[in-house]
């Protein structure tokens, strides 16, 4: 098109006087091929995070015309699938009833979990393009595609068995690439029977059946926080041999007592010591040292306060210490209690980093996408979050967390087949005389080369020794044993 | 089997965009006159075919016998432009005509599948407005004096601006209509008109800043009536005739520069500025009130993809105005995104003809008021794209020829015949010009009189 301008300038005796003629029409080229370039980017890069919303009801009209895909598990196992009734109408089957409720969620009341991140999947079918014609021609509706997940079978039902009747949840992640093998939330519900049991679940807030307390619950994380407040340490120090402390089983400062469990007197001991037994008095201790901004600091290299990398909804971990803050509260915050709220699914992602050196890696639930007769549609691949923490501070923890399962709080997981390295936590809940404490464990196995990491929070389960350590063998032993 | 119609149309209304979109790149080239006449032909046998196919799409999907009557109007129209142009107007450039009539079709098309009453409207408004605009190319041979009424069009732009600021009914925010017309609209040929007639024999800098201070008061009294995408367009155009006719790149880098300033001192002072480019950074942190719109424009154009929905397909109503400021979306949902980057480009296209018109006419008059007219409609478009898919904040303006709206119809068929009015002039020699403008002199004081 500028062919004939230029042809013209030569012929026009006044071609000076058409040079800005030929700028504008440049920039205005530009700005018409950026449009362009930006559309292209958008359609190839940015769509699928605007379609997944789950705001966008558009791809429900899809339903008309495509019988929503199944979910899969890893296996291979249907996880939710569309069945036709008698009468031909369709219904929504999920296999393992209660066992996937939350991770998979429910198609109907708005939809949640899986069926609401992967609708638009389910949606589409990518059937061979004749076979789409022959069912158009026969007004028959097309298949849509199918959804494999990252999720185990065995994984799941081995939590899922092994919290039993307490409220909790467990998350196992795959350290290396961030595949979540299994997410699950007691109390649960039956997403077949949805409908009739809507109201109820609904309105029934001492269970809250319905939320995801993996990804949504919100619980002090007790001692499983010494991890961050060690990483403080560390990183004032440049090592952790330096410190030293003799416990008395508690300590007052301020007029502010922090005792240690059954006010156990540790004695003499080091950091590795005072981390493999939770020594309260020592991390109090330490904290009060360190001072609240520091503290918060570390945390935050950790994720506290930030953004996590999910795709699905979930609540993030608050740390709210900082310069001002009073010494009971850092007393209190360094060893997982005063304001400090997380999620299982965060503390998952925090063993899962040190599992794997320092990187987190983006945890994902979609493995592959297929049409109906297994033709791959799309991959999703393993992502890099990034490098929370240098491997240097990585192996650290890594090393830490070993005492705590070859001498400390978390024997009862050595002597196997395989290594665990982690952290126990009884963190207290309620107020005045009759105070609980939720049960936690993270950590992950094999020490030398991770295989997984997990996260178990049993609420009301007393020590992390007690009740959360058995679920993760349980989880362990599935693993390998099974 | 409906569907199987509709599934295919998709992709054949792709190819058939996609063609004329190379038809019209291949006009540029220069080439004998026969050849450029069949390529014309074609052209018109691309928007025949076309029309003929999303008419039977839109006939099938809705079962609504008004398609096919529509489609009988939409072809007679085509028709009669095209003969009307042919017998009245030797000279005219048919790539022009098809141009319209092209746009016109796809923006037809969009609007019978989302609102058939206001594809009617549309329709009557365009065939009186096209019927009228047949007289302008001879209006403007004839009337000389236009070069001399600066000062009538000034007023006449910011008396009736400043009327809607007062009078004007609210809308969406925005004060734009007076009595169901939007006269922003014509008062973007006004203005155009004001700049030429004031700067084409005189460009020193005592011109330019009476220029800019008719030009500012245009602009701040369209931005305090939250007009923003129409002050946008003028505030552009009068940069680009200042440094067109002065040839100072200086004029058009410290305007750049005045209007940056400017846009962050309005996002400071007026809230509806925040709350656009709010919705622009972070559509789904405000999405219950002012991302709504951006938010379902992209749900819209990515569940589109490449190939569309298919007419009647997808959910193009759930975007707010989508028959106004996001027919683009619309478009993108149900015809796709390469039939909107076809569209881009005959946008595009459309543009560098009317620049190619300008740079061959020789009356410096009628040169800068190509160049005007062409400025308008090329960031029009611009702004009108960009805001609906979120590549610049929206401004809430109406994508010429395409979008629902009258006056915006209205004005850009005027605008057109004026630009053909212009090339039927550009092959006359000066001194015919001058022979005429003689014998025209009286005819046309007498006129004034009248």
């Known amino acids: 098109m500028l062919r004939k301008k230029s042809g013209n300038k030569k012929q026009n005796p006044t071609q000076s006087r058409n040079q800005p003629y030929a700028i504008v029409s440049y920039m205005f080229v530009i700005i018409f091929v950026s449009l362009i370039v930006w559309l292209l980017y958008f359609n190839l890069v940015k769509s699928e995070e605007f379609i997944n919303s789950p705001y966008n009801t558009r791809q429900d009209t899809f339903a008309d015309r495509v019988i929503r895909g199944s979910i899969l598990s890893s296996e291979g196992e249907v996880l939710a699938a569309t069945q036709i009734a008698d009468d031909g109408s369709e219904y929504r089957y999920y296999p393992y009833a209660n066992m996937f409720a939350h991770v998979v969620g429910y198609a109907s009341y708005g939809k949640s979990g899986l069926e609401s991140e992967a609708n638009f999947h389910l949606l589409s079918s990518h059937a061979f393009f004749l076979e789409q014609m022959k069912n158009e021609f026969k007004n028959e509706k097309n298949t849509g595609d199918n959804v494999v997940t990252t999720l185990s079978v065995k994984m799941q039902s081995a939590a899922y068995y092994a919290l039993g009747d307490r409220k909790g949840a467990v998350v196992v992640l795959e350290p290396s690439t961030g595949k979540i093998l299994a997410m699950v939330s007691r109390s649960d519900f039956d997403p077949n029977y949805l409908e009739d049991n809507w109201d109820y679940l609904t309105s029934d807030e001492e269970n809250s059946s319905l939320l995801n307390r993996a990804t949504q619950g919100q619980y002090p994380p007790g001692s499983v926080f010494k991890i961050v407040t060690a990483l403080d340490y560390l990183r004032k120090h440049g090592t952790i041999e330096d410190f030293h402390y003799d416990c008395q089983g508690e300590i007052t400062k301020q007029e502010h007592t922090i005792t240690d469990y059954d006010r156990t007197v540790h004695g003499q001991e080091d950091l590795h010591d005072a981390f493999a037994y939770s020594c309260n008095s020592a991390f109090a201790e330490m904290g009060v040292q360190m001072g609240g901004e520091s503290l918060r600091e570390a945390g935050e290299s950790l994720l506290f306060n930030k953004k996590l990398p999910l795709t699905m909804d979930y609540k993030s971990s608050v740390l709210s210490t900082d310069s001002k803050s009073g010494v009971p509260l850092l007393m209190q915050t360094s060893i997982g209690q005063g304001n400090t709220l997380v999620s299982p699914m965060h503390m998952a992602m925090v063993a899962s980093t040190i599992a794997n050196r320092g990187v987190l890696m983006k945890p994902y639930l979609i493995d592959r996408v297929e049409n109906y007769n297994g033709d791959q549609v799309k991959k999703y691949m393993p992502d890099a979050y990034r490098e929370l923490i240098p491997v240097s501070e990585a192996s650290v923890l890594a090393e830490l967390m070993k005492g705590v399962v070859d001498y400390g709080t978390a024997t009862s997981l050595g002597g196997q087949g395989y290594t665990v390295a982690g952290k126990t936590g009884s963190a207290e809940y309620g107020e005045g005389e009759i105070k609980d404490s939720h049960s936690w464990f993270i950590g992950y196995s094999n020490v030398e080369d991770p295989d997984i990491a997990v996260s178990v929070i049993i609420e009301g389960g007393g020590t992390g020794s007690e009740s959360a350590v058995p679920v993760a063998g349980a989880i362990f032993n599935a693993y390998y044993y099974e | ?450």
């Open chain 2, 1 to 450: 089997m409906i569907n199987i119609i509709v599934e295919l149309s998709k992709y054949l209304l792709v190819i058939l965009v996609i063609l004329y979109t190379l038809q019209c790149f291949q006009m540029f080239r220069k080439q004998e006159t026969h050849r450029q006449k069949l390529l014309l032909g074609k052209q018109l046998t691309v928007i025949v075919l076309f029309l003929s196919l999303s008419f039977l799409v839109l006939y099938l999907k809705s079962g609504e016998l008004r398609m096919l009557l529509f489609y009988g109007q939409m072809m007679l129209y085509v028709a009669a432009v095209q003969t009307l142009y042919r017998i009245f107007y030797k000279k005219a450039s048919m790539l022009l005509v098809n141009n319209m009539c092209m746009l016109l079709s796809i923006g037809l098309v969009i609007l019978c599948r989302l609102n058939m009453e206001k594809a009617e409207r549309q329709f009557m408004i365009v065939a009186a407005g096209s019927a009228l605009a047949l007289v302008v190319p001879v209006m403007i041979r004839k009337m000389y004096f236009l070069k001399k009424l600066t000062w009538i069009y000034a007023g006449v732009g910011v008396i009736l601006l400043a009327a809607v600021f007062v009078l004007g009914r609210t809308t969406f925010g925005a004060k734009l209509t007076l009595f169901g017309v939007q006269p922003s609209e014509f008062i973007k040929i006004i203005f155009v008109f004001f700049m030429a007639s004031l700067l084409w024999k005189d460009s020193s800098f005592m011109q330019v800043v009476r220029a800019t201070i008719v030009a500012g008061m245009h602009v701040l009294i369209l931005v305090m009536s939250r007009d923003l995408g129409s002050a946008l367009v003028f505030f552009i155009t009068y940069l680009v005739m200042i440094y067109v006719v002065t040839r100072k790149p200086l004029y058009f880098v410290g305007g750049m520069a005045g209007g940056a300033v400017a846009s962050v001192i309005a996002y400071f002072l007026f809230g509806h500025v925040q709350q656009r480019v709010t919705a622009w950074k972070r559509p789904f942190s405000v999405y219950e009130q002012e991302g709504y719109q951006i938010v379902q424009s992209m749900f819209a154009i990515g569940t589109g993809s490449w190939f569309g929905m298919g007419l009647f397909q997808g959910s193009p109503d759930s975007i707010p105005v989508a028959d106004e400021d996001f027919v683009f979306s619309a478009i993108c949902e149900e015809l796709g995104g390469m039939f909107a980057i076809c569209l881009i480009l005959i946008c595009m296209s459309f543009f560098l003809m009317i620049v190619n018109i300008s740079l061959q006419i020789k009356n410096p008059f009628y040169k800068l008021i190509a160049l005007g007219l062409g400025t308008e409609y090329a960031f029009q478009v611009f702004l009108h794209i960009g805001g609906a898919t979120k590549f610049i904040p929206m401004t809430g303006i109406t994508l010429p020829l395409v979008s629902y709206g009258g006056s915006s119809a209205l004005t850009t068929i005027i605008m057109l015949a004026i630009i053909q009015g212009l090339y039927i002039l550009r092959e006359d020699e000066d001194e015919e010009l001058e022979k005429i403008r003689k014998a025209l002199e009286q005819n046309a004081q007498e006129e004034i009189g009248e």
